[in-house]
């Protein structure tokens, strides 16, 4: 059975984010690790995949500023979304050459079936805490049902997404988890966004991976109430294991994991009901 180490990070700004998967994607490459799932927050951010349009930052460069948001282009598929405190971002470093397909008939993942999992192990999440959530087809991403009319519309959207949040129909269905992944030499980077106690007034700012029909939702919103992120981390490290057919090993930290320091001085692990005291952590 393979093994995916699992390294709770906290809060961590998006430029420190990129510079360590770099760091962990060479050292897969090179074999020098193996599979790796950070789980950590991002200080606030919008940040534009390779196929991401501009026209969907609806907010101007003043008002991000004014909210405290930055503002990154990367390497990852899809379009514009955010990232922010009360949202889980997990980032897989792992080699698809390891993991089979569904039919055992190759031993390598693709593409489209690697983002097929990730979107299982949020689903599966989702329902550990009796949030129904699905696929849409011919969209990537987790979605919560069509007869949930209290999910999140900005007041930067349209009147279009406006109305048709409003419909009892599939118009209704609100997106509660992003992804967007990268894979170079079957290594992958990036991947998803939960989100959980997010402040979904931070998708005013954009028009949420381009689409305008559907408003974003958080698990939250749809149970009334604020989720501990820590109990939502060991869900997600139980359904890795399930969907991936891996063992998930908790590490303490980087250094822990590798043996050496990657140049990224590590805090120690916290609870992530404590990642807002710890804004002033310094990373390099």
Known sequence: ??????VQLGTVDYATGLRLQQQLVDLRKAEKIGDVLLLLEHKPVVTLGRNARAANVVASPELLAQRGVELFECDRGGDVTFHGPGQIVGYPIFDLRGFATPDGKRKTLGAVEFVRRLEEVLIRTCADFAIPAKRVPGLT????????????????????????????????????????????????????ALNVNTDLSFFDLIIPCGITSKPVTSMQQELGKPLDLNAVAESISRNFG??????????????????????VPMQPPAKFRQIHKEDDTTWA
């Open 141 to 192: 991403g987790v979605w919560t049902g069509a007869d949930n009319k209290d999910a999140h519309v900005g007041t930067a959207a349209s009147a279009v997404r406006r109305s048709e949040a409003s419909l009892p129909n599939d118009a209704a269905e609100a997106k509660i988890a992003a992804i967007g992944v990268h894979i170079s030499r079957f290594v992958t980077s990036h991947g998803f």
């Open 1 to 6: 059975m393979n093994l995916i180490s699992l």
């Open 242 to 263: 399930t969907v991936f057919s891996c063992q998930m090993l908790w590490v303490e930290t980087l250094d822990a994991l590798l043996g050496r320091t990657v140049g």
